[in-house]
């Protein structure tokens, strides 16, 4: 079985930087997603971490530890439309994602 | 190119009715999935198919729920008899065979709501 952990709720002030970590316990590892949900959409496709390290994209970073179960989505010059789920998610041994249950981003102006 | 299509978008249903929620994936995908979101539990894996075929249905919460892929194109998730409980968004979504990250990105559809009165 997984046991994925994140925060339920963070609040951050526009233009800030935020951090959202997520801890993980997995049988087998093939890979960290994170995902991005706006209320009432689809989840949408965020970063993907398979080695150690940090992954950068733009605005947003991933971060990767597999010895520590451990990865961080770093959020810079925050907007208003960041207000949304981030949803982080492992894929073990099969083919299919598993998900944590999300931390509730508010950007505040 | 068209994403993942889920029908219908909205169901209200009364306990006991049978509910059929209908997807197409995206075109030459191989893998398809079915998820579950509510508040309380998060977004939950149901089931998925490589190439049409079943491969884990751990997920399927009991014998009221089932699922099938007739062909390439569609996919059906039909619950039956359907309880209040079953009131979540569900999601299909799409998976291409190949190396990371694409291989590995799941597309989804944008949700059916259901709602059992």
């Known amino acids: 079985g997984q046991n994925i952990d994140q925060p339920t709720e963070m609040t951050a002030t526009e233009g800030a930087i935020v951090q959202i970590n997520c801890t993980y316990q997995?049988?087998?590892?093939?890979?960290l997603f994170w995902y991005q949900q706006h209320a009432g959409e689809a989840p949408t496709f965020l970063s993907y971490?398979?080695?150690?390290g940090l992954e950068e994209k733009g605005r947003f970073s991933s971060f990767l530890s597999r010895s520590k179960g451990y990865s961080y989505l770093l959020l810079k010059e925050l907007q208003m439309k960041d207000s949304a789920s981030y949803l982080c998610?492992?894929?073990?041994?099969?083919?299919?994602?598993?998900f944590g249950k999300g931390t509730s981003l508010l950007v505040t102006p | 190119d068209a994403g993942v299509i889920q029908s219908p978008r909205h169901e209200v249903t009364e306990m006991g009715q049978e509910v059929t929620l209908r997807c197409k994936p995206i075109?030459?995908?191989?893998?398809l999935f079915w998820y579950r979101q509510t508040m309380m539990r998060g977004l939950e894996l149901l089931i998925y198919?490589?190439?049409?075929?079943?491969?884990?249905d751990s997920g399927m919460p009991e014998d009221r729920f089932s699922a099938k892929m007739p062909n390439a194109s569609f996919s059906t998730l039909k619950i039956q008899p359907s309880e209040p409980r079953d009131s979540a968004v569900y999601f299909c979504?799409?998976?291409?065979?190949?190396?990371?990250?694409?291989?590995?990105?799941?597309?989804f559809g944008e949700g059916s709501w259901l709602t059992v009165v």
């Open positions: 198919f490589n190439n049409n075929v079943p491969i884990d």
């Open positions: 979504a799409s998976s291409p065979l190949g190396q990371p990250p694409s291989g590995n990105t799941i597309y």
């Open positions: 997995t049988s087998g590892f093939n890979g």
């Open positions: 971490n398979v080695l150690d």
């Open positions: 075109s030459g995908h191989d893998y």
């Open positions: 998610a492992v894929k073990d041994s099969g083919y299919a994602l598993n």
